[in-house]
């Protein structure tokens, strides 16, 4: 291993590598001692380009290897448009690409350099080849930050993140590589298994399709039969449900790599201008989709020990049915998809209460149409605190549209039309509705900038029936976990405990 850089290094042509930004570097680690620092950039392992984490961990496995790193340097500004045209006095100067040519290698012998980089992909995010009815970056308002408007579907975030992928954009080496790297388990968006009505429901692109089979979805399924799927249904009444759901349920069932199937419905919001006409499921056709699932259910769950098919919650509210127990979600293997998040949440019961608060406290518990109900009966012990007000408060989407019931998308400006300031002495939101690590909303207000407005505390409420009763009763901070967006939210789980897990760590 070299002790310290050496510059400077040859310049490299840029389409032979995919820069990735070092965001931190062990202390004591191989790449410290060989001078790596923050803000430096990894350019190729033994020679060759690294186009994310899992392939860099990938290389580090085979025992040697060379980390070739520059460290950028600020580039000259370049000055825009050409001298002596009629528009020569609007040129400006603007920041170029920084300069990568300073560069220095060291090598690694079955050690973890010690590098964290500021993306997991350092190639860019693979986009949708898809034009789905049901998509719900197409039914998204504008004016949020860009990254919400981005149609993934990156099969390696799939594997990383948990996020679901349609398998129609992939190509051949796609899926060597998945199959070479054993990148299982994957989760899949099935929706159909009738090739037709998939294509149909899908209306894939042909020029953003790479290869024809990968559109094939029983060969995919069989093609990947050594990776795990997690595979979903997102049901569209009239379309995909009834014989087509029953069709669909007995394919998957049938392959052994498929380990489970979430069944969700349609989600809507109010921006559906020139998109196709849908609608969600009425009551009796809710009942009618669990009738045919529980069906499907016991005999897997007779003959194969699992029940194999998992309803979303909302699929149940919507049918006004009780939610399944904690037994019979097998463990919930699919709770970011919203299968059994609330029975999740009802899972740890209320600690003891007070008699009586040392303060009289109103506190309001804001959330969506469809988990108003449900929660304001969880809290009912509450209410025999003296002292304490509690109101469950059905907050109406005003980003989304008020088609939108669930919890997870109501953003600062639906808290803002719902609560008047200074109605309460504590605000509760669903810890869905926070980006990730945060406490930024979909809309990028910040519980902060609420607190202010509202002129009350506001805190997240918990992931548990009994953490929320923490927060309301002793004003702790919520330690729940944050799911994003949308059922293509991202697990809670280290990205160096993942891939230790697949045994690539160096």
């Known amino acids: 291993m070299t002790a310290a850089p050496e510059f400077p290094g040859p310049h490299i042509p840029e389409e032979t590598f995919y820069p990735a930004p070092i965001k931190t570097v062990e202390a004591g680690s191989p790449a410290e001692r060989a001078g790596v620092q923050p803000g430096d950039v990894l350019l190729r392992v033994n020679g060759e380009a690294v186009t994310d984490v899992l392939a860099y961990r990938h290389k580090l496995s085979q025992g040697v290897a060379t980390l070739e790193i520059a460290r950028p340097r600020e580039a000259p500004r370049a000055m825009t448009g050409v001298p002596g045209t009629a528009q020569d006095h609007h040129r400006l100067f603007l920041p170029a690409p920084p300069s990568l040519e300073d560069t220095f290698t060291f090598t690694v012998e079955w050690e973890d350099p010690g590098l964290d980089f500021e993306e997991v992909l350092f190639d860019g995010i693979k986009k949708c080849a898809n034009k789905c009815d049901f998509c719900y970056v197409h039914q998204m308002p504008r004016g949020f930050r860009k990254s919400l408007y981005i149609m993934d579907d990156d099969y390696r975030l799939s594997f990383l993140y948990g996020s679901f992928v349609t398998l129609t954009n992939l190509t051949e080496g796609d899926i060597n590589r998945i199959l070479d790297e054993n990148l299982s388990p994957l989760y899949v968006s099935v929706h159909s298994s009738n090739q037709e009505l998939r294509q149909d429901m899908m209306k894939w692109w042909k020029l953003k399709v790479k290869d024809e089979q990968a559109v094939q979805i029983r060969g ?39 380990i489970s199937a979430a069944v969700v419905p349609i989600g809507l919001t109010g921006h559906r201008k020139n998109l196709p006409d849908v609608r969600t499921f009425n009551r009796e056709e809710a009942q009618d989709t ?87 009966l969880a809290v009912q012990p509450l209410r025999a605190i003296e002292g304490l007000e509690i109101e469950v408060r059905h907050v109406v989407n005003k980003t989304f549209g008020d088609i939108t019931t669930v919890a997870g998308l109501l953003t600062g400006r639906c808290f803002r039309h719902a609560i008047k300031p200074g109605e309460a002495d504590l605000l509760l939101v669903p810890n869905s509705t926070l980006r990730y690590g945060t406490e930024l909303m979909l809309d990028d207000v910040s ?58 760590h160096a």
């Open 220 to 258: 995919m399924i069989e093609r990947l039969e050594s990776i795990d799927l997690y595979t979903q249904i997102v049901l569209v009444p009239e379309r995909n449900d009834r014989e087509n759901l029953d069709e669909t349920v007995e394919y998957l069932s049938s392959r052994p790599n498929v």
């Open 290 to 376: 669990l009738a045919r699932l529980n069906v499907w259910r016991k005999k897997f769950l007779a003959e194969r020990g699992t029940r194999f098919i998992f309803p979303s919650d909302e699929l149940y509210l919507l049918a006004g049915e009780p939610l399944p127990s904690e037994e019979e979600y097998e463990g919930f293997p699919m709770l970011e998809n919203g299968v059994g998040m609330i029975r999740d949440f009802l899972t740890e019961p209320l600690p003891e209460l007070p008699a009586a608060l040392p303060e009289p406290r109103k506190v309001i518990l804001g959330t969506g149409a469809l988990f108003a109900e449900s929660l304001d």
């Open 447 to 504: 519980l902060t900038e609420l607190r202010q407005e509202l002129k009350m505390d506001i805190r997240p409420g918990g992931a548990t029936l009994g953490e929320l009763a923490r927060v309301i009763l002793q004003g702790t901070q919520s330690s729940g976990t944050q799911w994003g967006m949308s059922a293509h939210a991202v697990k809670d789980r280290p990205l160096e405990e993942k891939v230790a897990e697949q045994g690539m």
